[in-house]
């Protein structure tokens, strides 16, 4: 079974902070994303990566990046929190680049305050 | 473009009744179909998938067929349980990394 990390369940920072949400998977996956998930919206993709130091702007890309220096990491990093940034954040994994039937592998999640 | 709407809830249900979640997408070219479930906190997982015309996808009692003409993905289950309460998402994926998602569906079951 793949397994799918995140590093917090949960997480309280202040405005202006910089914040680094951190994911780590098992499974040798090419591709990792990151969503937020926020009620009435669904899920929103922020970035995704194919690739080691690869990267890919979503939908919802602004006030966020991401780094990918090893294939099982993929980091998502806020550069100045707001409070706007207050969510439920999922990372996934998928199988191979080219395949458009792989699903998607999602930790449990971490839930963002930031005050 | 590439949209995916489903029933909105919450929906409500006692145990062993019968369970259907409406979901309908717009997609260029042929997507496959899923449906994610998301028990409280936890993450999302595959509850099955269907990637051609005609397909039915089922896992846990959960079936859904991939409709064409209607473009449709209805979820349905002939007799939920109490464990089954959790929200449940649509989605099309149309690429490697095209993937659209409904806003999801809150399920209660009561005893």
């Known amino acids: 079974d793949v397994k799918v990390t995140q590093s917090s369940r949960y997480l309280v920072k202040r405005t202006g902070e910089k914040v680094f949400l951190e994911c780590v998977q098992d499974?040798?996956?090419?591709?990792m994303f990151w969503y937020r998930q926020d009620p009435g919206l669904g899920l929103r993709l922020i970035y995704f990566?194919?690739?080691?130091?690869?990267?890919e702007k979503g939908d919802i890309p602004e006030g966020y990046s991401v780094s990918r220096e090893k294939k099982e990491r993929f980091s998502l990093i806020l550069e100045s929190a707001s409070t706007n940034q207050t969510s439920m954040y999922l990372c996934?994994?998928?199988?191979?680049?080219?395949?458009?039937?792989?699903?998607?592998?999602f930790g449990n999640g971490t839930r963002l305050t930031v005050t | 473009g590439n949209s995916v709407t489903q029933m909105e809830g919450p929906v409500t249900l006692s145990e062993e009744a019968f369970l259907t979640i409406n979901c309908t997408y717009t997609?260029?070219?042929?997507?496959?179909l899923f449906w994610y479930v998301q028990y409280p906190g936890e993450g999302l997982q595959l509850l099955l998938k269907?990637?051609?015309?005609?397909d039915k996808g089922s896992n846990k009692g959960f079936e859904a067929t991939y409709r064409k003409e209607t473009t449709s993905f209805h979820l349905e289950k002939g007799s939920v349980q109490v464990s089954d309460s959790a929200v449940y998402f649509c989605?099309?994926?149309?690429?490697?990394?095209?993937?659209?998602f409904g806003t999801g569906t809150r399920l209660t079951v009561i005893p």
């Open positions: 996934a994994t998928s199988r191979t680049a080219s395949s458009y039937n792989s699903p998607l592998h």
């Open positions: 989605a099309i994926q149309t690429g490697a990394n095209n993937l659209f």
């Open positions: 990566s194919y690739d080691v130091k690869m990267k």
């Open positions: 269907a990637t051609k015309a005609d």
């Open positions: 499974m040798d996956h090419e591709n």
């Open positions: 997609a260029t070219g042929y997507p496959s």
